[in-house]
């Protein structure tokens, strides 16, 4: 990325307070820490810290520029004065993006987007050279820095589009314009703030609205909620999964040492033999999306196939949020000053690929699928007298009572809530 900042003032309608609009920005960054030269910074106001406090620090840095919300004391460098800075963000973004005319694949859903992304990053690397979400940055900020990070030598992109709040995935949609999409799954992740599962599929379907006609939405034909998306976006979608109605479809799973073997059947019937280097059927699916996503962007089948057996796809995204926790007893108020959750014993982040209870800990209550495709697991565990709600991939076949080691792998932020909705525990420790 190389903008001036009078591209800025267009794309934003930003106002210039000081300095040279003529002044190149190479990269948009909101970690004061972060500053370099050629970047902006973004000051974003959140609930325990306001980031415009860190705008003298970065000024004095070897940052080019900064958005500021309101008048702030003057100085050499450009200061861009905008309504509201993460918007502003966006819409800078949103600018730059259409500078490309490139495949942009997004990659959304409740559970297995970061591996999708992955898979799909992958498969594509067959015929083009890809920009892709570093980790999990899916946010209203990550995404819009993720665009940004294109380069004249990139010819495709894959950005990974979480929501949490209803609006979101709209404002998303505008900054990454999605030639074409993926959706994992509708899991139950964020409902308390959508309420049911039907508003999570509402709002995160909000990923076509920039697909042109002749793209493509790729849905998990395997949810229960998914397929029903072609009532209201017909041909566009296009379905994926297990079962024998979907239009690209796994059969023939036989899973080995290493992955699992499977053939993929296309909409026009060719079949292709596909190696994932992951168990479980939600990593055959991902892949399956992965080929599907590729072949629509013009990748022959065989060649996106061949580029998944990389392990380097799964390990990576598996190896960037590889965490460890260990529940343990806590005091009644510790960490009640973090966060207070708005829904009983709901737990927010939790993407875990195996699970366990810890020695001091048991079972309560019957282990329930949350999902028909049974990929997502409620499970509660008691560790003394807290009672602790987790939501796991896989199935989980540990008795009422039973006491083994709690401990989660490919989770990038876990946590608990007590029954009275109070945070018990959050972790962000690497191992």
């Known amino acids: 990325?190389?903008?001036?900042?009078?591209?800025?003032?267009?794309?934003?309608?930003?106002?210039?307070?000081?300095?040279?609009e003529a002044v190149a920005v190479t990269s948009f960054f909101t970690d004061s820490r972060q500053a370099k030269a050629g970047a902006m910074f973004v000051p974003i106001r959140g609930e325990?810290?306001?980031?415009?406090?860190?705008?003298?620090?970065?000024?004095?840095?070897?940052?080019?520029?900064?958005?500021?919300?309101?008048?702030?004391?003057?100085?050499?460098?450009?200061?861009?004065?905008?309504?509201?800075?993460?918007?502003?963000?966006?819409?800078?973004?949103?600018?730059?993006?259409?500078?490309?005319a490139i495949p942009v694949v997004g990659v959304t859903g409740s559970v297995g987007k970061t591996t999708a992304k992955e898979m799909v990053a992958q498969a594509l690397t067959a015929k083009f050279r890809v920009l892709k979400?570093?980790?999990?940055?899916?946010?209203?900020?990550?995404?819009?820095i993720t665009v940004c990070g294109l380069k004249k030598d990139h010819t495709a992109a894959v950005v990974e589009m979480g929501v949490s709040m209803p609006g979101e995935m709209a404002r998303i949609a505008a900054v990454v314009k999605p030639t074409c999409a993926v959706m994992t799954n509708i899991g139950v992740s964020h409902i308390e703030f959508m309420k049911t599962r039907e508003n999570i599929l509402k709002e995160k379907a909000h990923i076509a609205d920039y697909i042109?006609?002749?793209?493509?939405?790729?849905?998990?034909?395997?949810?229960?909620?998914?397929?029903?998306?072609?009532?209201?976006?017909?041909?566009?979608?296009?379905?994926?999964?297990?079962?024998?109605?979907?239009?690209?479809?796994?059969?023939?799973?036989?899973?080995?040492?290493?992955?699992?073997?499977?053939?993929?059947?296309?909409?026009?019937?060719?079949?292709?033999?596909?190696?994932?280097?992951?168990?479980?059927?939600?990593?055959?699916?991902?892949?399956?999306?992965a080929v599907a996503v590729a072949v629509e962007v013009g990748v022959p089948e065989e060649k996106a196939a061949a580029a998944n057996v990389d392990t380097h796809a799964v390990e990576k995204a598996n190896r960037d949020s590889l965490f460890k926790y260990h529940i343990a007893k806590v005091e009644e108020d510790e960490f009640e000053d973090e966060v207070t959750l708005t829904h009983e014993d709901f737990v927010l982040g939790i993407r875990p690929e195996c699970v366990s209870i810890c020695?001091?800990?048991?079972?309560?209550g019957e282990i329930f699928s949350a999902m028909p495709t049974g990929m997502e697991t409620t499970v509660k565990v008691r560790v003394g007298e807290f009672l602790f709600t987790g939501v796991v991939f896989g199935g989980i076949t540990y008795k009422i009572g039973q006491k083994v080691r709690l401990s989660f792998t490919g989770a990038d932020i876990l946590m608990f809530s007590r029954e009275n909705g109070k945070l018990i525990t959050r972790g962000t420790m690497k191992i």
């Open 359 to 364: 020695e001091d800990g048991a079972l309560e």
């Open 133 to 144: 979400t570093a980790g999990n940055q899916n946010s209203q900020v990550g995404v819009p």
């Open 1 to 20: 990325m190389r903008v001036k900042i009078s591209d800025i003032l267009k794309a934003t309608g930003g106002k210039l307070l000081c300095g040279d």
């Open 48 to 100: 325990r810290a306001d980031g415009h406090d860190y705008i003298p620090a970065v000024l004095e840095s070897p940052a080019a520029a900064t958005f500021t919300d309101h008048e702030i004391p003057l100085g050499e460098k450009p200061i861009v004065l905008v309504k509201d800075c993460r918007e502003a963000l966006q819409k800078a973004a949103a600018w730059y993006r259409e500078q490309f």
């Open 212 to 289: 042109p006609v002749d793209g493509a939405l790729f849905v998990n034909g395997d949810d229960d909620l998914l397929p029903t998306l072609k009532e209201t976006l017909g041909g566009k979608v296009v379905t994926f999964g297990l079962g024998p109605t979907c239009d690209w479809r796994a059969y023939g799973l036989n899973e080995a040492d290493k992955g699992t073997f499977f053939t993929c059947l296309s909409p026009t019937g060719e079949k292709t033999e596909v190696f994932v280097p992951a168990a479980g059927e939600h990593n055959v699916r991902n892949a399956l999306a």
